[in-house]
T-cell receptor, first 114, second 114 residues
Framework: AQSVTQLGSHVSVSEGALVLLRCNYS??????LFWYVQYPNQGLQLLLKYTSAATLVKGINGFEAEFKKSETSFHLTKPSAHMSDAAEYFC????????????FGTGTSLTVIP | DSGVTQTPKHLITATGQRVTLRCSPRSGDLSVYWYQQSLDQGLQFLIQYYNGEERAKGNILERFSAQQFPDLHSELNLSSLELGDSALYFC?????????????FGQGTRLTVV
């Protein structure tokens, strides 16, 4: 079975500060991992994905994430937060056996303080 | 714009009623997923169809059913509605049914049961 745990349902950072959103996964098979962002009243938009190629994955809007198998983690980072980064962020895992249903974490709400 | 279209955007209905939510996937995508997002349950995977056939089933209630038509659009039918069914329902699509491809989400249908 696959699952992800997002540590911290709310994270606040100052504008220009480092953003770190944590995600740990559990998977009985090599996982595919994703980060999605949801802005208010909108659907989910893919930020980046890990599919067993490079362990450091770069995404849109300056975000990146590193897959660490030994720590079963896939934390999302951005060196310098912008006001426009304020949103809900979801980590997801997919096993891709009979289907690639995504199992999402509970989400982390990011607030950027001016 | 993800290319996934969901209608209607908002739906208000009474308990005990039945509603149908519609999803048009991105052009060329064969796989359609349905998710329910609520404050207490987060993002829950309901069901996946691939090229007209059910591929995976998640936490979908027996009162709910879905289908994917030959033109690849999908409908989610919710019956005997209860107050607790109020949620945001997302449709997503992807080209294949393998786990290394991301899903593209629609804007969602907000269902309110009164």
């Amino acid at each position: 079975a696959q699952s992800v745990t997002q540590l911290g349902s709310h994270v606040s950072v100052s504008e220009g500060a480092l953003v770190l959103l944590r995600c740990n996964y559990s998977s009985s098979v090599p996982p595919y991992l994703f980060w999605y962002v949801q802005y208010p009243n909108q659907g989910l938009q893919l930020l980046l994905k890990y599919t067993s190629a490079a362990t450091l994955v770069k995404g849109i809007n300056g975000f990146e994430a590193e897959f660490k198998k030994s720590e079963t983690s896939f934390h999302l980072t951005k060196p310098s937060a912008h006001m426009s980064d304020a949103a809900e962020y979801f980590c997801a895992v997919s096993a891709g056996w009979t289907g690639n249903q995504f199992y999402f974490g509970t989400g982390t709400s990011l607030t950027v303080i001016p | 714009d993800s290319g996934v279209t969901q209608t209607p955007k908002h739906l208000i209905t009474a308990t005990g009623q039945r509603v149908t939510l519609r999803c048009s996937p991105r052009s060329g995508d064969l796989s359609v997923y349905w998710y329910q997002q609520s404050l207490d349950q987060g993002l829950q995977f309901l069901i996946q169809y691939y090229n007209g056939e059910e591929r995976a089933k998640g936490n979908i209630l027996e009162r709910f059913s879905a289908q994917q038509f030959p033109d690849l659009h999908s409908e989610l039918n919710l019956s005997s509605l209860e107050l607790g069914d109020s949620a945001l329902y997302f449709c997503a699509s992807s080209p294949f049914s393998t786990g290394n491809t991301e899903a593209f989400f629609g804007q969602g249908t907000r269902l309110t049961v009164v």
